[in-house]
């Protein structure tokens, strides 16, 4: 942190750590990783609180903005939904299962399949969703706000680079 003005933060202090107790090591990978968890585990709670004045969980979010998201008439087929968020088939049939006994989607016939079904929001779904992705962009805002603009497209910026080089080599 030589010559930076930034603020120490939580993640200074591990490989402070990690300089003093193994000097032989280039520990610097773990501060941009460890920033980059503890960020996500920080906001996910700030996420979170939101998504429970609506009642629902941040999966249950996620799963009903893909839908939203997809277009009218917001219905998809489940391996759409379960590559989309990237979550086994065993755990999109079981969240399946919850968002229709909580009225949010159902399960239609596939007119172009008839051995598979396709998942659509039900109009109670939609309302859902719609009242909750407002109160979910407007508490992104308030987060990030504390950021200067520059800084914000510099992060976000710096950001994909990272996505698009850990997509580009997924394991």
């Known amino acids: 942190m030589a010559g ?14 990690w300089r003093r107790e193994r000097p032989d090591l280039d520990a610097s990978p773990m501060g941009a ?5 503890r960020c996500a585990a920080l906001l996910q709670r700030r996420l979170d609180k939101t998504f429970s004045t609506f009642d629902m ?16 008439p917001h219905c998809l087929a489940p391996t759409a939904l379960f590559s989309a968020l990237m979550i086994t088939s065993g755990t999109m049939t079981h969240r399946l299962q919850r968002l229709e006994a909580a009225g949010w989607i159902e399960r239609r016939a596939n007119p172009s399949d008839a051995r598979s079904l396709l998942v659509q929001l039900t109009p109670a779904g939609l309302a859902l969703i719609d009242r909750a992705v407002e109160a979910h962009i407007e508490n992104e805002r308030r987060i990030m706000a504390g950021l200067p603009p520059s ?21």
């Open 4 to 17: 930076s003005k930034r603020q120490p933060d939580s993640v200074d202090a591990i490989l402070e750590q």
């Open 33 to 37: 990783i460890g920033r980059v968890k």
């Open 57 to 72: 969980t941040s999966w249950e979010f996620d799963v009903l903005a893909t839908l939203r998201r997809s277009g009218a």
């Open 151 to 171: 800084s914000l497209r510099s992060l976000d910026d710096a950001l994909s680079e990272l996505l698009t080089m850990l997509e580009s080599t997924a394991e």
